[in-house]
Structures are given as C-alpha cells and as structure tokens.
C-alpha cells in the first residue's frame, strides 16, 4: 500500500527508522520551545492523503516521552493540508525542538464507520455503568 505525500520544500521526508515500525516518523519544520507545564503546535511540512478507510493517528515518539513530551493527533481521510502536531510538555522543563528533529509518529490504521442509531435504552451488561476504578484495581 502507499499514501500519497507532499513535503515542503526544505523539510523531511517521514520515513520509518526500521523497515517493520508501525509508525512513519515526522520530523519539526521549524523549531521552537514548549514551556512547561503547556502545549505547541509543530507543524511538519508533511501533507498526507490517508485513503477512505483508514485513519492516520499521530502518537508520541519514544525518546521525547522519557523527558515528558507526548503528542497525540488524528488526521482523517480527506484531510489534505498540513499535519501539525500537537506536542504537550509534562514536565517541569523548557524543551526546545529543533527543526529537522523527529516529533512524533504517524501510524496509519483501517477503521470502521458505523452510523449511529439511536435507540430508548441500551442492553443491560454485566458491567453496565462500571467506569473507572470499579474493578478496585489500578
């Protein structure tokens, strides 16, 4: 399978590290800080054309989550224009990103679109309304 892809002039072209990675690593277009505590956008000078069924989900890179920096996006077919990831510093530090250096991963992924139905009440499950922390464990 390809994904069609336009990359700004002067930018990287995404590429996987290992032949077998799920994720295509996109790389800052330009530089800047995120401040502590905060959120930036890094754009990518990457434009992808993720085909109809299928999604591609942005998701953090390894190395910058060791010094609390996750990144998280979702890029839907039809979506042609730039990809801008969305990098969240966690920790107590500024961290500079630098252009050229690898942001955060694009891993391209089938979907199912169901239409929704709108019913008076749902089934009743075992479950039912049991959320977070009703097990006891964590």
């Known amino acids: 399978m390809k994904i069609n892809m336009v990359v700004d002039p002067g930018c990287h072209i995404p590429n996987r590290a290992h032949a077998n990675d799920a994720g295509l690593d996109l790389y800052a277009a330009k530089g ?3 401040w502590p505590k905060c959120r930036k ?3 990518t000078g990457t434009h992808a054309a993720v085909p109809a069924g ?3 989900m942005l998701t953090s890179k390894s190395g910058l989550m060791q010094r609390g920096i996750t990144s ?3 890029i839907d077919s039809g979506y042609t224009g730039e990809i801008r990831a969305v990098m969240f510093n966690h920790s107590w530090k500024f961290v500079r990103i630098k252009p050229g250096q ?4 694009m891993v391209i992924m089938p979907i199912i679109t169901p239409v929704p139905h709108i019913v008076d009440k749902l089934e009743v499950t075992e479950r039912g309304e049991g959320g977070f922390g009703s097990t006891g464990k964590y």
Do not use: A
């Open 41 to 43: 956008v890094i754009l």
């Open 102 to 105: 690898k942001i955060t991963q």
């Open 72 to 74: 998280r996006g979702t």
């Open 54 to 56: 299928f999604v591609g």
């Open 32 to 34: 800047g800080w995120i």
